[in-house]
Antibody
Framework: EVQVLESGGGLVQPGGSLRLSCAAS????????MSWVRQAPGKGLEWVSG????????YYADSVKGRFTISRDNSKNTLYLQMNSLRAEDTAIYYC??????????WGQGTLVTVSS | QSALTQPPSASGSPGQSVTISCTGT?????????VSWYQQHPGKAPKLMIY???KRPSGVPDRFSGSKSGNTASLTVSGLQAEDEADYYC????????????FGGGTKLTVL
């Protein structure tokens, strides 16, 4: 069974940093591109970032480019999202998801990031 | 990247059919066959219902179908059931040199 489990969310002050992790299981992690998608409270889905199978190619939404960094460790079946210079508008549930531009087919349950003083 | 346009709400009675539209541009929906549809119940993670415009993942009822014409994709739910009440989001690949994904704003489907 495919599973992706996010961790690392929490409360952080504006300008602060946070690192999200996503542990994947039930599929050959290194064979799939991965994504992060977020959902602000009461709002719709917003694609944040995607990464190729090897990690050599990374892509970002304009809203986070230069502040967030996606990475992966295929030896640990783990996806990461390093978030710096956080803003109030980054407050959201962050979903780790299997897949990227062709299709995102499995989503984790999400981890809540709250940016507030 | 601009979000795809969906109607904020749709509704139908049990057994009826309802269609939700998703309008983009030639740079996303109209340019590629990488349109997906997701169902999200309150407090839950999104679930893939349709991918590559009209393909259904294993386990998704054939009451759900997808199509595309020009820059507009559509999700049709036939034989509405109470459990179909949820938010539905479309998404599309959006760029050949710039690998991005864009989502629609979501449609709240109410089963009357």
């Amino acid at each position: 069974e495919v599973q992706v489990l996010e961790s690392g969310g929490g409360l952080v002050q504006p300008g602060g940093s946070l690192r999200l992790s996503c542990a994947a299981s039930g599929f050959t992690f290194s064979d799939y591109a991965m994504s992060w998608v977020r959902q602000a409270p009461g709002k719709g889905l917003e694609w944040v970032s995607g990464i190729s199978t090897s990690g050599g190619n990374t892509y970002y939404a304009d809203s986070v480019k230069g502040r967030f960094t996606i990475s992966r460790d295929n030896s640990k079946n783990t996806l990461y999202l390093q978030m710096n210079s956080l803003r109030a508008e980054d407050t959201a549930i962050y979903y780790c998801a299997k897949g990227f531009f062709r299709v995102i087919d499995y989503w984790g349950q999400g981890t809540l990031v709250t940016v507030s003083s | 990247q601009s979000a795809l346009t969906q109607p904020p709400s749709a509704s139908g009675s049990p057994g009826q059919s309802v269609t939700i539209s998703c309008t983009g541009t030639s740079s996303d929906v109209g340019g590629y066959n990488y349109v997906s549809w997701y169902q999200q119940h309150p407090g839950k993670a999104p679930k893939l219902m349709i991918y590559e415009v009209s393909k259904r993942p294993s386990g998704v009822p054939d009451r759900f179908s997808g199509s595309k014409s020009g820059n507009t994709a559509s999700l049709t739910v036939s034989g509405l059931q109470a459990e179909d009440e949820a938010d539905y989001y479309c998404s599309s690949y959006a760029g050949s040199n710039n690998f991005h994904v864009v989502f629609g704003g979501g449609t709240k489907l109410t089963v009357l």
